[in-house]
């Protein structure tokens, strides 16, 4: 499962089965604290996820700015809620590259607006999942 965390919503996505593609799930709208983890854990759970991919917001210089700083708090309080391993993946770009792909799709303005946060989550952990073999589980020093 991956996720792009924001301050008001949060993208959701899955993988196949075989862990080769990456399509957007749902977005949720953010509640509060724990009933955004509670939601998240029982969407992870009903769908078995093996792994929840977190998209990490760095700057673009790399380095780990407020919002990141919000989304790893996000993480550590999911990693405590689930037996689910969590992981933060780098996702410089994934909102960009969603609406582009949305674009190439032929979605108009207002339905890539709605979809964006569920196709950047997506992207998010299609990255992850591209990574290729032999290469590390994070890019982000918490896996």
Known sequence: MGLDVGDRRIGVALS???GFLAT???TIQR???KRD???VTRLATEHEAQLI???LP???SGVIGEQARKTMEFAEKLRRQTAI???LWDERFSSVTADELMGQAGRNPAERKARI???AAAVILQTYLDRGPGQPESQSGFA
Request: no cysteine; hydrophobic share 45%.
């Open 16 to 18: 196949d089965p075989t």
């Open 24 to 26: 957007p799930l749902t």
């Open 31 to 33: 509640t509060g604290g």
């Open 37 to 39: 983890i509670a939601t």
């Open 53 to 55: 991919v977190v998209g």
């Open 58 to 60: 760095r700057l673009l």
């Open 85 to 87: 391993p969590v992981v």
């Open 117 to 119: 946060d569920a196709a």
